[in-house]
């Protein structure tokens, strides 16, 4: 390291200041301040004090500041710049005049909006035929001769065809139908992550 800076060597050196932060490239010396430019088109200024320099190695001039720090000297050329070192000029000089052009570009801007849409879920009857075994209960008659249990004395013998009714009785099946809850449909909703390339035109 060189304790003593020879500042003519530090022009179009890079600039950085303490943990080795960039601090931009130097530009010009004059007086007691250092011009240190940073960025790649619209270049920011920065005129920090000669007594804010640490040490230059020949390739790096630093800075005992960091890039935090470097916002208090982003003003305009100080009103004095030279009080250590007079300027020559000869009649070869000229002023040179600087016309800053802003440069543009467009990006494209993403934005993300939802849009619903719905499932549709159809229930619909559907007819089966089932059977169903029953066992039905019916009463029949059967016809026995015995011999007489009791008196023996009757009325005179029929004369003509009789019918006797017997009631017999049976069992039908009624039919009906009765809803029940057979079983469960859960509907679930699941978020899926799709990736999507978005392309544009921009102009620059």
Do not use: C
Request: hydrophobic share 25%; net charge negative; aromatic share 6%.
């Amino acid at each position: 390291m060189k304790s003593n800076i020879e500042w003519n060597d530090v022009l179009k050196k890079e600039a950085r200041g303490i943990d080795d932060e960039d601090l931009g490239e130097v530009q010009e010396v004059q007086g007691n301040y250092v011009l240190v430019k940073k960025g790649i088109i619209n270049k920011e200024q920065f005129y920090i004090p000669k007594d804010q320099a640490e040490s230059y190695d020949g390739d790096v001039l630093r800075f005992k500041i960091s890039q935090e720090d470097l916002n208090q000297y982003q003003h305009e050329p100080p009103s004095i710049w030279d009080s250590e070192i007079i300027q020559e000029t000869t009649t070869d000089e000229r002023d040179t005049d600087e016309e800053r052009i802003s440069l543009t570009e467009e990006k494209l801007d993403v934005s993300k909006k939802y849009q619903e849409d719905q499932a549709t879920i159809t229930k619909k009857p559907v007819t089966e035929t089932k059977t169903v075994e029953v066992s039905l209960t019916r009463e029949e008659i059967s016809i026995e001769r015995r011999p007489p249990s009791g008196q023996t004395q009757a009325q005179s013998p029929i004369q003509s065809k009789k019918d006797i009714k017997i009631p017999l009785k049976r069992e039908e099946v009624k039919v009906t139908k009765k809803p029940y809850v057979k079983e469960e449909v859960i509907i679930k909703k699941k978020a899926f992550t799709d990736s999507k390339e978005i392309t544009g035109d921009v102009t620059s």
